[in-house]
């Protein structure tokens, strides 16, 4: 005979904090950042707003905390540093572009993080500064390797990344908002995508093997 699991208060909360999560990106995609408030929130988890102070404190410790677990690089951060110290310094242009490709299969998928890129770069935010900054930890600990690996003064591989992330960024932005070709691209088919993704794989391919011949 299967045993009932104990429906209790430790249960409650934890049902109630998801839902309460899940409200956070239900008002981002109905009403964008601008609603993000406390009664816009509870009526979407069907909860008290009480509750949101109860367990996180604050709307802005709620709002954070969803933003963290949509956020591909805020995310990648738990696992960034095993993933990191296994390369060893080696290999690097391969592990960006593992990064880089999976960053823009996340980011074309998420609608709430869409959204929230589009509020990181509309306004000035505490939440956004600090995710922002999250991410800048992570590419610092992948920087320092690829340095072992290349001579950063001939290849500028951060101002390459910086790129490949804002081409990123626009590209999605603007197929799921206009709908129309970037460049002659359609990115929301899947040919389209499978260049972009080609793309991110020759530019970093090309850039490693530049600064490697530099060297010699």
């Known amino acids: 005979m299967t045993k009932k699991r104990y429906q209790g208060e430790t249960n409650d909360k934890e049902r109630s904090m998801h839902r309460l999560l899940e409200a956070v990106g239900c008002v981002i995609k109905e009403k964008g950042y601008a609603g993000l408030g406390p009664t816009n929130i509870a009526k979407a988890a069907g909860l008290n707003k009480r509750l ?19 956020d591909y690089f805020a995310g990648a951060s738990n ?12 290999g690097t242009c391969k592990l960006l572009e593992s990064i880089l490709v999976s960053q823009l299969e996340h980011f074309y998928n998420n609608e709430e993080m ?13 939440i956004m500064f600090e995710v922002a900054e999250t991410r ?3 590419g610092s600990q992948f920087f320092e390797l690829a340095d072992k690996e290349l001579n950063q003064e001939k290849a500028d591989l951060r101002a390459v990344a910086g790129l490949l992330v804002g081409g990123i960024y626009y590209m999605v932005l603007h197929a799921k908002s206009n709908d129309s070709l970037f460049c002659e691209i ?3 088919t ?3 995508f499978d260049r972009i993704k080609n793309a991110i794989g020759n ?5 490693y093997r530049r600064a490697k011949l530099q060297e010699n």
Do not use: P
């Open 203 to 207: 530019i970093l391919s090309d850039t």
């Open 136 to 138: 800048e930890q992570v």
């Open 52 to 70: 949101i102070y109860f367990y996180f404190g604050s709307v802005d410790n709620l709002i954070e905390k969803y933003v963290r677990s949509k």
């Open 186 to 188: 359609d990115i929301n």
């Open 190 to 192: 899947e040919a389209g």
């Open 114 to 126: 869409q959204k929230i890129i589009l509020w990181q770069i509309s306004e000035r935010s505490q």
């Open 79 to 90: 696992g960034a540093d095993q993933l990191l110290e296994q390369n060893n310094g080696s």
